[in-house]
């Protein structure tokens, strides 16, 4: 029983899913976009 | 019948027992004053090195520093299995630690660009506004503050305006720079260094609230964080002129090192703080770090003698006003009524990833989550032993500064951060093994 709540479900994590999962969440985006100012800004600065 | 004893498996939803919350959010206090006192203490050994050494080269070799620390503190507590098991559980993790690593070294860069431009006094408080965009996050995405109360609004509110207002002070006492030229640049530098700062609380909240361990959220954080320094580095440097800076500053390597390590110790209390007492809380308090800055540099490096009544009294204010609001922020922990909120806001991440409920729940709760070896393998041991050789290596060949240093003080400071880790490091280790 332990072992099988350890092991992950390797369907539900497949990379390509994962990654699905990570470019539809709005969270994502919000940091990158502001990742991405920076180093605009940054540029400007140099 | 037997089946009358039997209870649902608790879900991620299920609240969790009040005793272990209140540990848990007390933990997670306490964790917020030990980051302060090592992320402050950090500032103490970069001030040992030549002010000539270029700021992105200096920055650069603290982060080489760091990334041994975040590699070799984890394997040496608990070991790199427990980082393999949580990237099987929660791979997109990866990813994210890596997004937030890369925004640390953006805005630490900006930071050097913001002192030059406008002086510490203007450039500090900007990027200290990160903790205010950290709790409005922490509402926005994470249900943090919900149906928490008007009190606990204005303990947390208040306290962060209050350190805002400490800080500006100290930052004020502690400048000796006047404001130069490209005052917009700078200002816009600053501003920038805390949007990136409060806004890269979005990935540690997320890592969290699905129940990732800090030890292995930091040792992917810090290849975001290494590779960004590096490719920084190289551009505005290039390649040969660091190379040849980095050669020549070999007898410096080892104190800016040390500070990169002392500083992911502060890290990894504030980790903790975040995973217990969410962005809005574990924030502010490790932002207690410039009273520790500040102590190093009148105690041990007499930065302030000569200074006149008002920047005493500026210091003394600023002070006051940062310890209360800490005390504020302190005494607003989380109720039971808001986890429940936090809980809700685990329960979408573990649906959006697909992650097993009971992972998430163990880790909101700093518990263990199925089998996992706990021995240090051989690579565990070649990262503790290979950094402590590097730091021995490194110490050989560093010289100490002729700088009027006042070694009692130091000691002290030392001890009393000593204290802070092994007593918070106790109870850690007694209430969620570091989980």
Known sequence: ?46 | MPTANLQPAPTVQTPIPANRLRSLQALGIFCGFAAGAWLGGAEAPIKLVNPEISPITVSLIMVLGVFLARWSVPAFIRGTAHVRNDVRQAPHLIVWAVLAGCMWAVANTLTIYAIRNVGLSIAFPLWNTNSLLGIFWGFLLFNELHQAGWKRWLGVLGGAVCMFGGATLLAIASSHQAAPGKAALGIFAALGAGILWGTMYIPYRKAYLTGMNPLSFITFFTVGELATMTLLAVGYRGATPLWHELVSARAVLFWLMLGGFVWVIGDLFQQYATKYVGISRGIPLSNTNQLWGLLWGILVFHELRGAGQTVYAQVAGGSILMALGAVAIALSSATAREHSSWQDAAERESERYGIEGEYVRAGMEGRAYGAVATRRSVLDWLLILGTTGLFVALATMARLPHMDIGMGWAVALAVAMLSLLATCGIALWRTTRFR
Do not use: E, Y
């Open chain 1, 1 to 46: 029983m332990l072992s099988q709540i350890a092991m992950p479900n390797s369907t539900d994590r497949a990379p390509r899913r994962v990654l699905r999962a990570i470019a539809t969440d709005v969270h994502f985006w919000i940091p990158l976009c502001v990742l991405l100012g920076g180093l605009l800004l940054l540029d400007k600065l140099s």
